[in-house]
């Protein structure tokens, strides 16, 4: 899978906007871009996902820039129960049929704290 | 609560020994997958179950060994176990293969082996 770069750490102030970046300059056309989230103590949840335009759903936003180098997960209204490890996975959608490796790559993600 | 259940919630056993990992994956789902977390390895895939059968293999060990049974539940077996094998294990379901398909999480179990 292509590789995404994210920053380590990111703070935010209770129910303010958060934006969090991920850059996939390497990211092939048939790339999904995926985010999940890993609250403390718990396994990763899933969060959005889209392929070339900006999605939204209950949880958060996904803004995917035009060249799709980049994308930003924003969520809308930080919470305390917002703070997490945020990771940016790309999936190939070719790899949908068949054998093959259909698992999620983990990087180190981005570990957003939430300040009251 | 995602719909998948791990048991036991904790494990801790001793060098050498062997130990089995259950995972139940949400109604309808027929993808199970495991990862490994350790703190010096992050989340890393150990391997993928659909509907019975081995799809990939991560990295996963020779003593590790899983499989997937007729009602689907999967179980992971951990034999010879070293100090190293440490680690929150998870489990994960999907409704199918795909990439696009959205895994569920399990609440993990945690191994310490002593």
């Known amino acids: 899978d292509a590789k995404t770069t994210q920053p380590n750490s990111m703070e935010s102030n209770e129910e303010e906007p958060v934006h969090l970046p991920c850059n996939h300059s390497t990211i092939s056309g048939t790339d999904y871009i995926h985010w999940y989230r890993q609250l403390p103590s718990q396994g990763p949840e899933y969060v959005i996902h889209g392929l070339t335009s900006n999605v939204n759903n209950r949880m958060a936003s996904l803004a995917i820039a035009e060249d799709r180098k980049s994308s930003t997960l924003i969520l809308h209204r930080a919470t305390l129960r917002d703070a997490a490890v945020y990771y940016c996975?790309?999936?190939?959608?070719?790899?949908?049929?068949?054998?093959?490796?259909?698992?999620?790559?983990f990087g180190k993600g981005t570990k957003l704290s939430v300040i009251p | 609560d995602s719909g998948v259940t791990q048991t036991p919630k904790h494990l801790i056993t001793a060098t050498g020994q062997r130990v089995t990992l259950r995972c139940s994956p949400r109604?309808?789902?027929?993808?199970v997958y495991w990862y490994q977390q350790s703190l010096d390895q992050g989340l890393q895939f150990l391997i993928h179950y659909y509907n019975g059968e081995e799809r990939a293999k991560g990295n996963i060990l020779e003593r590790f060994s899983a499989q997937q049974f007729p009602d689907l539940h999967s179980e992971l077996n951990l034999s010879s176990l070293e100090l190293g094998d440490s680690a929150l294990y998870f489990c994960?379901?999907?409704?199918?293969?795909?990439?696009?398909?959205?895994?569920?999480f399990g609440p993990g179990t945690r191994l310490t082996v002593l």
């Open positions: 994960a379901s999907s409704v199918g293969p795909g990439s696009y398909n959205e895994q569920f």
């Open positions: 996975i790309l999936r190939d959608y070719r790899r949908n049929s068949g054998a093959g490796s259909y698992q999620l790559t």
């Open positions: 109604s309808g789902d027929l993808s």
